[in-house]
Nanobody
Framework: QVQLVESGGGLVQPGGSLRLSCAGS????????MSWYRQGTGKERELVAA????????NYADSVKGRFTISRDNAKSTVYLQMNSLTPEDTAVYYC?????????????????WGQGTQVTVSS
């Protein structure tokens, strides 16, 4: 059974950093595009970042470019999101997601497996 478990969220001051982790199981991790989404209160879910199966290519939302870095360690079946220079606008529940198919491209919008989410709150 496909399972994704996020961790690393918490409360941080503006300008601070957090590193989120997502551990995958129940599938061959190295075969799939992985991504991070977020959803703030009263807002739509949005794609934050995506990474190809081997980690060779990445894609970021304009709002996080230059501040966030997505990476993966296939040997550990884990994808990470390093978040720097955080602002209150980054406050949201962050979700890890896996592409539906093993042949998906970096820009796929078909993510069908989701973690439970981890809360990130940026506040003074």
């Amino acid at each position: 059974q496909v399972q994704l478990v996020e961790s690393g969220g918490g409360l941080v001051q503006p300008g601070g950093s957090l590193r989120l982790s997502c551990a995958g199981s129940g599938f061959t991790f190295s075969h799939y595009v992985m991504s991070w989404y977020r959803q703030g209160t009263g807002k739509e879910r949005e794609l934050v970042a995506a990474i190809t199966d081997t980690g060779g290519n990445t894609n970021y939302a304009d709002s996080v470019k230059g501040r966030f870095t997505i990476s993966r360690d296939n040997a550990k079946s884990t994808v990470y999101l390093q978040m720097n220079s955080l602002t209150p606008e980054d406050t949201a529940v962050y979700y890890c997601a896996r592409a539906m198919g093993s042949r998906a491209t970096l820009f796929t919008k078909s993510f069908g497996f989701w973690g439970q989410g981890t809360q990130v709150t940026v506040s003074s």
